[in-house]
Each structure stands twice: as C-alpha cells, then as structure tokens.
C-alpha cells in the first residue's frame, strides 16, 4: 500500500526474491516515496507513505486465526536496510481496529543483512500516525497482523530486504543486538515462533 490509495504518486512493491549462493530468500520492499499532493483531491493533505503488513489468516471452525506471543519478549527481524527510517507495525484484535503498535527498525550495517530484535513492551500504540494515549500493551494473544511502512517522507526510492520475522526469547545469533539501543549481545537459544 501506498499513499497511491488516496491520490498520491508514491509507489510500493514486494517481492519474493529467490536464494543464491550470498543471499537468502527474502522478500523485497521497494518503490519510490512522492510527496506531491494531488490537484484533482484537495482534501488530501499529506503524502509520502508507503507499507505492507501480512494477510489476515484464514478462519477456522473457532473463529478468527490470530498468532499469540505472549510466551515471547522479542520480534525479531532479519533485514538488509537501505538506512531510511522504516518503522515495524503490530496490528491486534483491539478494540479500535485501526490501532497499530509501532517501533522503528533501527539497522547499524545498511546494505548488510543484519538481525534486529525489538522488545514487545518498547512498541508504543499509535491510530492513523498519531501517539493515543493512553497507552496500553499490546494485546499479546491476539496478535492480526505484522507489517513495515515508511512514513519519513524524504522523496526517492527506497529497498528493504526482510529474509525472517519471527517471535523469541533471546537472541541466538552472535550478530543479532536488541533494539534497545544496547551494547550487550545475548547468546543461546530458545526455539523461535516463526510469524508465516
């Protein structure tokens, strides 16, 4: 999705790219950020966006299909960054649906992949762009959607390469750093909960 969706001239792809010898398979999220307003919409005030977030899941005999995290502290991300401002969106089975749990992907290495793992309880509940207060957790057995927008609106293109996403409790790379903006690497493993 795009600010295209309104009238805007931002463009955003994903693609599935396959594995090679250097790179794992990954999808690919890339198009060009626009500012430009529309003239035919003047209601439109403000362009310059572009995301993606996974599909909802198929129901079952019980109902909506939602993950629960709530046995895990960490989303991690394996992602090779072009180093603009990308943020990590959490939607739940909130009460107000347009709700979204926002972090920012912060990268050290851009254009190296790298792994980046956020704390659940650092995410901050945001509706359409905006801080809500107050603030409330996010409503870990529920969770719909997880997903990646760009909303720096610095015009030109944009790429961002995510190979995994998935839910933990440490780190079990030596290359992974929370983003907390921690020096401290946390080694060992617990079996992970991927996000597919």
């Given at each position: 999705m795009s600010d295209a969706g309104i009238g805007g001239f931002s463009s955003a792809l994903l693609d599935q790219v396959s594995g090679t010898s250097t790179e794992p398979v990954h999808a690919r999220f890339h198009g060009s950020i626009s500012t430009d307003l529309p003239r035919s919409n003047p209601q439109v005030a403000r362009t310059g966006f572009a995301g993606w977030r996974n599909k909802d899941r198929k129901a079952t005999i019980f109902g909506r299909s939602l993950w629960d995290i709530d046995p895990y502290t960490y989303l991690g991300l394996r992602?090779?960054?072009?180093?603009?401002?990308?943020?990590?969106?959490?939607?739940?089975e909130s009460i107000v649906y347009t709700d979204l749990h926002q972090h920012r992907l912060h990268t050290r290495k851009p254009g190296e992949w790298e792994t980046v793992l956020i704390n659940f309880n650092a995410f901050v509940r945001t509706?359409?762009?905006?801080?809500?207060?107050p603030q409330s957790e996010i409503l870990r057995q529920k969770v719909r959607t997880v997903g990646i927008s760009l909303t720096d609106r610095v015009p030109g293109p944009f790429d961002l390469a995510i190979s995994r996403i998935w839910a933990s409790?440490?780190?079990?790379?030596?290359?992974?750093?929370?983003?907390?903006n921690r020096e401290d690497l946390i080694k060992a493993g617990r079996p992970e909960k991927a996000l597919q």
């Open positions: 992602v090779k960054s072009d180093g603009r401002k990308y943020f990590v969106n959490i939607q739940t509706n359409y762009g905006e801080v809500v207060e409790n440490r780190l079990n790379d030596s290359e992974c750093f929370e983003d907390q």
